[in-house]
T-cell receptor
Framework: DAGVIQSPRHEVTEMGQEVTLRCKPISGHNSLFWYRQTMMRGLELLIYFNNNVPIDDSGMPEDRFSAKMPNASFSTLKIQPSEPRDSAVYFC??????????????FGEGSRLTVL | AQSVAQPEDQVNVAEGNPLTVKCTYSVSGNPYLFWYVQYPNRGLQFLLKYITGDNLVKGSYGFEAEFNKSQTSFHLKKPSALVSDSALYFCAVRSSGAGSYQLTFGKGTKLSVIP
């Protein structure tokens, strides 16, 4: 079992640049979540997809952030333009139908973003 | 709104001693409660969950947690700590209501097991 795969693991960019983070959920999982982790705010849910459809994007900080899930095996989180306050670790998590009912999420290793 | 409080930013315990990491929660209706562990530079890993039934739940790596409805608590415990247990521990809650999916995490507690 490959687990949730995220790329890149580390990204350093300059303010104003576009950043794209990628996620491949576990095969067969139909729910996907993007979280952001910072020291100040802890883990925050950004967006939730079910069966490739965005269900709740109320956690997306502002219009600079967008997320897509074109198919069941791929999702992207894009920040354009990036700002230093976007520096954080971004996690993707997935779960199957039974997991969504009980909350057991499977997390990727995370993408550490640094915006200079 | 649902919330989780982990009152201790850090817990230090000697190897071989019992450990407790505290968690209290607030949620509408019956809770689903979880503990996750995060090792440095890694994602969160599921440890255990309470859904219904026995208030004492057992999970991975010898950890267990006790659900106390009257105190709205779900403390994580282990009888004998190992150095390898040193990590960041997160408590999480969500409502058991139909259609509920939002998992709210606490800020995390850093556990350090001293050799």
């Amino acid at each position: 079992d490959a687990g949730v795969i995220q790329s890149p693991r580390h990204e350093v960019t300059e303010m104003g640049q576009e950043v794209t983070l990628r996620c491949k959920p576990i095969s067969g999982h139909n729910s996907l979540f993007w979280y952001r982790q910072t020291m100040m705010r802890g883990l925050e849910l950004l967006i939730y997809f079910n069966n490739n459809v965005p269900i709740d994007d109320s956690g997306m900080p502002e219009d600079r952030f967008s997320a897509k899930m074109p198919n069941a095996s791929f999702s992207t989180l894009k920040i354009q333009p990036s700002e230093p306050r976007d520096s954080a670790v971004y996690f993707c998590a997935s779960t199957g139908t039974s997991g969504a009912n009980t909350g057991e999420l499977f997390f990727g290793e995370g993408s550490r973003l640094t915006v200079l | 709104a649902q919330s989780v409080a982990q009152p201790e930013d850090q817990v230090n315990v000697a190897e071989g001693n019992p450990l407790t990491v505290k968690c209290t929660y607030s949620v509408s209706g019956n809770p689903y409660l979880f503990w996750y562990v995060q090792y440095p530079n890694r994602g969160l890993q599921f440890l255990l969950k309470y859904i219904t039934g026995d208030n004492l739940v057992k999970g991975s790596y010898g950890f267990e947690a006790e659900f106390n409805k009257s105190q709205t608590s779900f403390h994580l415990k282990k009888p004998s700590a190992l150095v390898s247990d040193s990590a960041l521990y997160f408590c999480a809650v969500r409502s058991s209501g139909a259609g509920s999916y939002q998992l709210t995490f606490g800020k995390g507690t850093k556990l350090s097991v001293i050799p």
